[in-house]
């Protein structure tokens, strides 16, 4: 049974700084590449970050120089740290793993992060 779980997230004001956990279960983690995915009220999922399976990263514009995506293949841990976040950075963040020769995808649950004075 795969298991993508996050953790992390919270009520933070703005210009602070929160650390998303993604643990996996069930898959082989080194396999996949990892992402983190965001939504607010009323608008879609969109995409905030990626990492590959070598370690290769890519950010959403909005994020660039604040966020950091990163991974621990002996954890099966990915992480996001995200640094002077702003009110437009609340959203429930999901984790992703996803494995495109074999189209292989799963979400975890979903963290709420709420960035408000």
């Known amino acids: 049974q795969v298991q993508l779980v996050e953790s992390g997230g919270g009520l933070v004001q703005p210009g602070g700084s929160l650390r998303l956990s993604c643990a996996a279960s069930?898959?082989?983690?080194?396999?996949?590449?990892m992402g983190w995915y965001r939504q607010a009220p009323g608008k879609q999922r969109e995409l905030v970050a990626t990492?590959?399976?070598?370690?290769?990263?890519m950010y959403v514009d909005s994020v660039k120089g604040r966020f950091t995506i990163s991974r621990d293949n002996a954890k099966n841990t990915a992480y996001l740290q995200m640094n002077s976040l702003k009110p437009e950075d609340t959203a429930v963040y999901y984790c992703?793993?996803?494995?495109?020769?074999?189209?292989?995808?799963?979400w975890g649950q979903g963290t709420q992060v709420t960035v408000s004075s």
């Open positions: 992703n793993a996803d494995q495109s020769l074999t189209m292989r995808n799963y």
């Open positions: 069930g898959i082989i983690f080194s396999g996949y590449a």
């Open positions: 990492i590959t399976r070598g370690g290769v990263t």
